[in-house]
């Protein structure tokens, strides 16, 4: 365990004064690094003029409208309007509400081994079926598929309100799609009037070295959830779609979806500092040649191989055992990494995308030295 004192670019620093290199930022949400000053200021300047006042329609405030106009301006046309909420999980339950909302259908689909969160939606989502167990009964009239499996497509009939995916599934061992596969789901949402969600809680905001993951995969969902790596460091979440589909919770009934603090100003500040340093900046690109830098570096007989895109990626180990070790080690030696939920052989491995080469070398060969030893 870590007592934390302060935290500042790639680093976290702990009350005795030492510190770690963070190949793990929030576990994703740290996305342009810890204590940005951009996003200080912004946070600073918003809060001198109004914290909160209400998000139900009855205010306009400046940072809210700005980001999503920022947003709308970057992303296809069809997904011109976004909601924000609290969290990614929260958003994904807004997305379900408009799909079955939109479509007027009950039936969803899932992956296997997904994960979205753990609200009653989203758990009923998860493929660990022992921490679904004990909340039963969950959401009913919800089926599942195997990720890049293209003969379960045939599962997704005209009783199907939505498909709902990771555009890389993250929990299960960044399992990315494989032969155009997104593009068929959303062929076959197409054909039988499904609509198609991706989550793009963590492959969102840059992480992929595209803004949004599904830019990778030739495929425009019908829903975009996200969140994490938007806040840089304070918590936010969003679902987007077209404005005529948003359009639906309006009525039947009124504010068919609400809340309190989603799309609050200073979160919004914040968060609109930190697409602008994403959007502005070499931050993407610098993503792509540093996944290849860590591909590079990071060889070694007790790595199997390393999956992911961009800065998600995870080392998948010969054995559980070697993870929890490297893992373990690691922190004693100055470097966070993590585990993920269901693969168990994964060792996380997504640092801030503002992290310099020089600190991946250092990470990377803390890393071999271990592995070297275990």
């Known amino acids: 365990m870590i ?23 929030g576990v ?13 200021n912004a946070i600073k300047k918003q809060s001198e003029k109004y914290l909160h006042v209400m998000v139900y329609g009855e205010f306009i405030t400046e940072p809210t409208l700005k980001l999503a106009k920022l947003l709308a301006k970057h992303l296809p046309k069809d997904l011109n309007s976004t909601y924000f909420t609290n969290s990614g999980t929260e958003a994904l339950e807004g997305a379900i509400k408009l799909a079955r909302r939109y479509t007027g259908r009950r039936k969803i689909i899932g992956a296997k081994n997904a994960y979205h969160g753990s609200t009653m939606g989203a758990l009923t989502l998860m493929g660990l079926e022992e921490r679904k167990r004990p909340f039963e009964p969950l959401i009913p009239e919800v089926s599942f598929i195997e990720f890049n499996n293209f003969d379960d497509l045939s599962k997704i009939d005209n009783n199907t309100s939505c498909v709902i995916l990771e ?13 155009d596969y997104l593009h068929h789901v959303k062929k076959r ?17 840059g992480r992929t070295g595209k803004l949004f993951g599904f830019e990778n995969y030739n495929c425009i969902p019908d829903i975009i959830v996200y ?7 304070v918590p936010i979440g969003a679902f987007t779609s077209s404005k005529d589909k948003m359009d639906v919770l309006h009525i039947n009934p009124i504010l068919g979806h609400i809340t309190t603090f989603g799309g609050n100003p200073l979160i919004s500040a914040a968060a609109l500092a930190t697409l602008k340093i994403i959007l502005n900046t070499k931050i993407m690109k610098n993503v792509v040649s540093n996944e290849k830098y860590i591909r590079s570096k990071l060889v070694h007989e007790k790595i199997k191989e390393i999956r992911g895109v961009g800065l998600m990626l995870c080392l998948i180990m010969k054995n559980e055992e070697t993870t929890n070790k490297l893992v373990l080690k690691a922190k004693n030696n100055g470097l966070i990494l993590f585990w993920l939920l269901i693969e168990k052989k994964a060792v996380r491995i997504t640092p801030p995308l503002t992290i310099t080469k020089k600190d991946l070398k250092i990470g990377c060969e803390i890393i071999l030295q271990i592995l070297d030893k275990i």
């Open 189 to 205: 949402c197409k054909e039988v009037g499904a609509l198609l969600i991706l989550d793009e809680i963590q492959t969102g905001i």
């Open 28 to 40: 994703s949400a740290c996305s342009v690094g810890h204590s940005n000053n951009k996003i200080i």
């Open 3 to 25: 007592e934390v004192s302060k935290a500042t670019g790639s680093y976290i620093y702990d009350t005795s004064g030492k510190k770690y290199l963070d190949f793990v930022a």
């Open 167 to 179: 555009t890389i599934q993250g929990s299960a061992g960044f399992i990315v799609p494989k032969y």
């Open 227 to 233: 969140g994490k790596g938007l806040g840089g460091g």
